[in-house]
């Protein structure tokens, strides 16, 4: 390598750059590195010609940190994906920030910027996060929201659940479950600073205050999608409010409420609705903690996003919905798909 950026006059960073098909290097610098490499026997006719086709996008997924089950196991696909694929797939590398940061998310946005034609992002609703993302896409690097949208001319498409959908849908379920039951229901989410919790939240009071204004609503609790605090959370509702019927956690870690019902013994009268298909879910849904879990695949959020990224970015733009919502499946202990 050092020989051919030599021969090329250019930095060894450069060949490395130009070989390992990194974004920052100009056509014309690309075809003098590889028509050196050539010349050298650095590599056959055949490489090169591959080399110098159309990159495939460099590509990062950011997602928070924490003990959110759903966010691990999106983040695992995503990492399988990048240890498995070929050298002409599409290049991936997945990072976990800080959780409910806005500051670390801009930060990283910007600092990821730097090597990714592209970054997926769980986004926050916050100034910083916007303007490091009007900032970043001004920059070149296409955006795409995922999970948790983030409604700004900087980001490229959303792939994620209809989340307003989704929480209407959970509130339909909840009355139903409960019946003609009289009594109060509680919200237990990661935080209103993502969209995707705000908008569940939103759909969920609507459909209640429509159709079924018997069932009292006793207010959110931001549990931050740490079961210990959704734990602690679901004990003083309990304590509060002895007529509760129901509990709806918008966001994840659903073990900590289902550990509280267990120990207080009201798992089998407060329904419990919740979202992602996890381990944790599941073995809640068996042994009927849970009622209902509103899932979108791991696997469709990645495919949407990676298919976005793969086209060109003036084809992208010129799409005519940015939005592309997931198919909500609608998991019950009677219908939950074999383990992956």
């Known amino acids: 390598m050092s020989d051919v950026a030599q021969a090329a006059h250019v930095s060894l960073a450069t060949v490395d750059r130009v070989l390992n098909r990194r974004k920052g290097v ?3 610098t690309v075809e003098r590195v590889l028509n050196a490499a050539v010349d050298l026997g650095y590599m056959e006719q055949t490489e090169r010609e591959r080399l ?8 990062a997924f950011l997602l928070p940190k924490g003990a959110n089950p759903y966010l691990r196991l999106l983040g695992d696909k995503v990492r399988q994906i990048a240890e498995t694929g070929s050298r002409d797939d599409v290049p991936l590398r997945c990072f976990f920030i800080e959780s409910f940061d806005a500051t670390a998310l801009a930060r990283a946005l910007r600092h990821h910027a730097r090597w990714a034609d ?6 926050i609703d916050h100034p910083l996060v916007r303007e490091a993302a009007e900032e970043v896409s001004a920059g070149g690097t296409r955006l795409v929201t995922i999970v948790s949208d983030l409604p700004h001319p900087g980001r490229e498409a959303y792939v994620g659940l209809d989340n307003q959908a989704a929480g209407r849908t959970a509130a339909l379920l909840l009355a139903r479950f409960c019946g003609r039951r009289d009594g109060s229901i509680a919200l237990v989410a990661g935080s209103r600073n993502y969209r995707a919790h705000a908008e569940r939240e939103m759909g969920f009071l609507s459909l209640l205050e429509e159709s079924h204004p ?5 207010g959110m609790r931001e ?12 004990l003083s509702l309990l304590d509060q409010n002895p007529d509760l019927v129901g509990i709806y956690n918008v966001g994840g870690s ?13 798992s089998g009268d407060i329904v419990f609705i919740g979202h992602g298909m ?19 695949d791991p696997d469709q959020i990645i495919a949407q996003t990676l298919t976005r990224f793969s086209q ?18 609608v998991i019950f202990r009677e219908n939950i798909p074999p383990r992956q």
């Open 278 to 296: 996890t381990a944790d879910t599941r073995r809640l849904l068996i042994d009927g903690v849970m009622d209902a879990v509103i899932n979108s």
């Open 52 to 59: 110098s086709g159309p990159r495939p996008p460099n590509v």
């Open 312 to 329: 060109a970015a003036e084809l992208s733009s010129k799409s005519d919905a940015r939005q592309f919502p997931l198919s909500m499946e």
């Open 26 to 28: 100009k056509p014309r």
């Open 118 to 123: 592209g970054i997926a992002f769980m986004a």
């Open 223 to 234: 549990g931050h999608d740490d079961r210990n605090e959704n734990y602690r959370h679901t």
């Open 214 to 218: 018997a069932l009292r609503v006793v």
């Open 254 to 266: 659903s073990d900590g409420i289902g550990r509280a019902l267990r120990e207080r013994e009201r």
